[in-house]
């Protein structure tokens, strides 16, 4: 296995909710190694806490204990403005409810990340427009959401991630909302964006799909039950 | 990130619901334009006053000496009011002290006038004359201009000629296709001839020049004055301010001496200027000013509360769309400032439909009265700022709960 740079690290990674006088043991101590273009598939049952992995390495949510280094910064402790910061440049996180803005255009949902990394008006639509023909979505920019198909919809929120080149896609079950032939037209995409050199992480309960991913981190209550490797059968590129 | 995005969308949202935005922005509405149409109207009126008014009833640098005060103010006791009316009516002895006190360069005229049930030529009559019977100087002095015709001279007065000048209304009733000039005129029972015309004043004082015949003071004296005597009012002109408030002392001290008045005793007269007048406006307009602001704040503020409640409502509506801003990478100062661009957006159009409904209501005050509307700019600036501050005071706590919204919380909403 290549000795490459990692990326994400975690280390007793923990998540807990009280509800009421009970307490959800969401995540209980994970710990995991994510080395740039890596791609993840993470599986597991439902309630066995993926999405809440997610939202912890997507700096949506803050652990409840543990530490999560990203790219060489400790995230855990970070000021609010710093993790919109990390959510703005470093991470893409694609939904499966797509979580597009209804009322903008496609080519407008893509540019608000750059809105907010304040890059010039002239400059958003241009890479917006770049992002949105990498997701083969060249012909529809001036649609809104509710104009376009469940896949056309999730191609413009994969643009959106991709928009400011971030270090790490996240993507929790993004074609769980989508019938299988556009399910496959999407894994497409991911494949040749990991075969451009982009790190995924990719929350699913399809086994073929995770036939896709370079490894498979199987989660079950809150714990990693396996890490399990074959990369004998995908290359990447750099 | 821009803040003319939250502009963008608030105008959008406006322009979406209008109904919802008329009532939403209902107080901001109602209190700019009122706030602009008093302005308007007290600007208007304060520059007709400040110029037309105090220019042409008492004149520049102009002040007479009346028995007591004529206009009242409000300001005015009770117990001075009455002690005034015992003050004794000025008479011609008083003229010749006044005009023994000033130097002999500056105009001092005097004059009797009564209201005349009307003036008839041949068969045509008009009502509603002011006959005025002035010392030669009086017109000059008033700042009546003579247009065509002369004024009244010496000789008039010297032999109580039954000569007049008369006012356009008046001519335009009993002349209206010909030149009035040595025509004749019946006032009462006496025929007067016309020897000239003054300049047309108009506005709402220019009745009084407008509507008036001038006849000399001895004529009128003669033939409508009860007493031989007495006089209405003496007016002085001097050429400058420095001289005015002179020439006052001196005429003052030689009334009261002419009156044996000690010291510390009041003057048996009164002295009118154009501040007398000018002072019954001011209180009007004083009261206008303190009462609109009130008034003005009162509705700003419920008009505020209202945006308040309608941009709770709205960060309420729209937690998820919060979310997903954050998720991909909003900090709370951007969507703090999405949120109070959208309130101040929606107050600044109120403010704007207020201003225009203000001018528009000034407007039309200046269509049915004789007052004149004048929107001054930094009414229009005060008005966008209250807009403005109403806009960022209603939209800052909406705002704030928008912006700490928890990421991951917010996105899980529906
Ligand atoms: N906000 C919350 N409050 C309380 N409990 C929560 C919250 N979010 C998640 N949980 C609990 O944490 C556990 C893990 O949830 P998580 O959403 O990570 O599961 P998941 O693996 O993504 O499941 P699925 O496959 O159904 O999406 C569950 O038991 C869930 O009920
Ligand atoms: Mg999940």
Not at chain 1, 8 to 14: E, F, K, P, S
Not at chain 1, 53 to 62: H, S
Not at chain 2, 138 to 155: D, F, I, M, N, P
Not at chain 2, 363 to 388: N, Y
């Amino acid at each position: 296995m290549d000795k490459k740079e990692v990326i994400i690290q975690t280390r007793g990674l923990r998540k807990e909710y009280e509800m009421g006088s009970e307490t959800v043991y969401a995540l209980r101590g994970v710990d995991v190694d994510i080395r740039r273009n890596e791609y993840i598939a993470v599986m597991g049952p439902s309630g066995s806490g993926k999405s809440t992995l997610m939202n912890l390495v997507g700096c949506l949510d803050t652990p409840t204990a543990g530490e999560y280094t990203l790219n060489g910064v400790a995230v855990q402790g970070l000021e609010d403005d710093e993790l919109a910061r990390i959510r703005n440049r470093e991470i893409g996180f694609v939904f499966q409810t797509f979580n597009l803005l209804p009322r903008a255009t496609a080519l407008h949902n893509v540019e608000l990340p750059l809105i907010y990394a304040g890059i010039s008006a002239k400059e958003r639509s241009r890479r917006a427009e770049v992002a949105l023909e990498r997701t083969g979505l060249a012909d529809r920019m001036d649609h809104k959401p509710n104009e376009l198909s469940g896949g056309q919809r999730q191609r413009v929120a994969i643009a959106r991630a991709l928009v400011n080149e971030p270090s790490i896609l996240l993507a929790d079950e993004p074609t769980g909302n989508l019938d299988s032939v556009t399910s496959a037209d999407i894994m497409h995409v991911f494949d040749e964006l990991h075969q451009e050199g982009q790190t995924i992480i990719m929350v699913t309960h399809e086994p073929d799909i995770s036939e896709r991913a370079q490894r498979v981190i199987t989660l079950r209550d809150g714990m990693i039950e396996s890490h399990d490797a074959k990369l004998e059968h995908r290359p990447f590129g750099v | 990130m821009n803040p003319l995005e939250g502009v963008v969308l608030a105008l959008q949202q406006v322009w979406a619901h209008k109904l919802k935005s008329a009532f939403t922005l209902l107080g901001v509405v109602i209190g700019v334009t009122f706030l602009i149409a008093v302005i308007t109207i007290v600007e208007g009126m304060n520059r007709y006053v400040e110029e037309d008014v105090a220019g042409t009833l008492a004149g520049v640098n102009t002040f007479t000496v009346v028995r007591r005060r004529r206009v009242v103010t409000g300001n005015e006791q009770d117990d001075a009011r009455r002690r005034a009316a015992r003050n004794p009516q000025l008479t011609l002895r008083d003229v010749e002290i006044v005009q023994g006190a000033v130097p002999e360069a500056w105009l001092v005229s005097f004059y009797e006038d009564r209201g005349l049930p009307d003036v008839r030529r041949g068969d045509e009559r008009r009502t509603n004359v002011r006959l005025v019977g002035g010392s030669p100087d009086y017109a000059e002095l008033q700042g009546w201009t003579v247009e065509t015709g002369r004024g009244l001279s010496e000789l008039d007065e010297r032999r109580g000629l039954r000569n007049a000048v008369i006012g356009s209304d008046i001519i335009e009733s009993l002349f209206p296709n010909e030149s009035p000039i040595d025509k004749e005129l019946r006032l009462g029972a006496h025929r007067f001839r016309v020897v000239g015309t003054f300049e047309r004043q108009g506005g709402m004082l220019g009745g009084f020049r407008d509507a008036a015949i001038l006849i000399p003071f001895s004529a009128y004296r003669q033939r409508f004055s009860r007493s031989k005597n007495e006089v209405d009012a003496i007016s002085v002109k001097t050429r400058t301010e420095d001289e005015f408030v002179e020439a006052q002392q001196a005429v003052e001290a030689a009334l009261r001496s002419d009156r044996r008045l000690r010291p510390g005793e009041e003057n048996t007269f009164h002295f009118e200027t154009s501040d007398d007048i000018l002072g019954t406006w001011r209180t009007i307009s004083r009261i206008l000013m303190t009462a609109v602001p009130g008034l003005v704040l009162i509705s700003l503020v419920v008009g505020g509360i209202v945006i308040m409640n309608i941009m709770l409502l709205s960060v309420a509506g729209r937690i998820k769309e919060i979310g997903v801003r954050k998720a991909i990478g909003a900090r709370r100062r951007d969507i703090l400032l999405q949120f109070l661009a959208e309130a101040s957006t929606l107050s600044l159009v109120g403010a704007g439909v207020g201003i225009l409904l203000g001018i528009g209501l000034a407007t039309l005050v200046e269509r049915i009265s004789p007052l004149p509307a004048a929107v001054p700019a930094w009414a229009i600036f005060v008005a966008l700022t209250i807009g403005l501050t109403v806009g960022i005071a209603s939209g800052i706590y909406p705002a704030w709960k928008a912006a700490v919204q928890d990421p991951i919380v917010a996105l899980r909403s529906e």
